[in-house]
């Protein structure tokens, strides 16, 4: 009885699995995935017979999709091989792979009650300690945009490292601290404002540099301007504002 029990009490291993995007995702569940089966990369010593749950997500997706399995073999870390697992998926019946596939096809065509919008954020800092508050702190603050908000960063510690990397994909929106080295902030914006297919781009600068950097920022092209040492606040604030503004 006290075994039996154990047994019924014992909690399956948790595995996420994150994935770069939902085409990622999708395309794994074509190749891997729907054969009732897949291999995870991981150094986790596991037992075969070991319960697992599978927890897939990705940048963007509403609620991560749970998968049960089973442990059915181990691959120990040999030359040119990974180690990990090989999972099948239990109690996976024919109305629950019909569920998944249904879940699958609505990630496919961006139904945004699954894959919600993705905000891509360039954080230039050359501290790397306030970058990392902001980074954290609007990740901690998504209750405050909707679920259906996920927050992707990009960072660089100088100006002509951010200009090239705003040249080279798209973002959502940039927060600039006015003194950079190599280039400094005030010349990012203004370079990116009299780029007409960067202009647009809704902008935060950030300094400790009073007045003179506040003027600075605003007369180079910046939406807002926020003083040194900021409020995780103020940052959340002034960025729910330019979504606001532009949608």
């Known amino acids: 009885m006290g075994d039996d029990r154990r047994r019924e009490q014992r909690e ?14 999708v395309g794994d569940y074509t190749e891997n995935l729907s054969t009732g089966g897949t291999f995870i990369h991981t150094e986790r010593a596991l037992e075969v017979g070991t319960e697992v749950q599978l927890v897939l997500s990705f940048p963007g997706l509403v609620h991560p999709i749970p998968i049960d399995g089973a442990v ?36 496919a065509r961006r139904d945004p ?5 993705i905000v891509k954020v360039l ?16 990740e901690g603050s998504r209750s405050t945009f909707g679920a259906e908000v996920s927050f992707e960063f990009c960072e660089s510690s100088n100006g002509r490292d951010a200009l090239a990397k705003c040249r080279s994909q798209p973002f959502d929106a940039a927060i600039i601290d006015i003194y ?3 280039m400094d902030g005030a010349q990012v914006i203004a370079a990116l404002r009299s780029d007409d297919e960067l202009s647009a781009m809704p902008i935060i600068a950030v300094s400790a540099g ?7 920022a605003l007369r180079a092209g910046a ?25």
Do not use: C
Not at 85 to 105: K, P, S, T, W, Y
Not at 125 to 137: C, K, S, T
Not at 225 to 232: E, Q, Y
């Open 12 to 25: 399956p291993v948790v595995l996420v699995v994150d994935y770069d995007g939902a085409d990622d995702l």
């Open 72 to 107: 059915r073999w181990t691959r120990r870390e040999r030359e040119g091989d990974e180690p990990g697992i090989g999972i099948e998926f239990v109690r996976m019946d024919d109305e629950a792979r019909a569920r998944l596939e249904q879940v699958i096809e609505a990630i």
């Open 113 to 117: 009650s699954y894959v919600g919008r």
């Open 123 to 138: 954080v230039v800092e050359d501290n790397p300690h306030v970058a990392r508050l902001i980074r954290e702190g609007l």
């Open 180 to 182: 950079l080295p190599i």
């Open 210 to 216: 009073g007045a003179p950097a506040r003027e600075a």
């Open 223 to 247: 939406d807002l301007f926020l003083d040194k040492p900021m409020r995780l606040r103020q940052v959340i604030e002034s960025m729910q504002r330019l979504m606001t503004a532009r949608g």
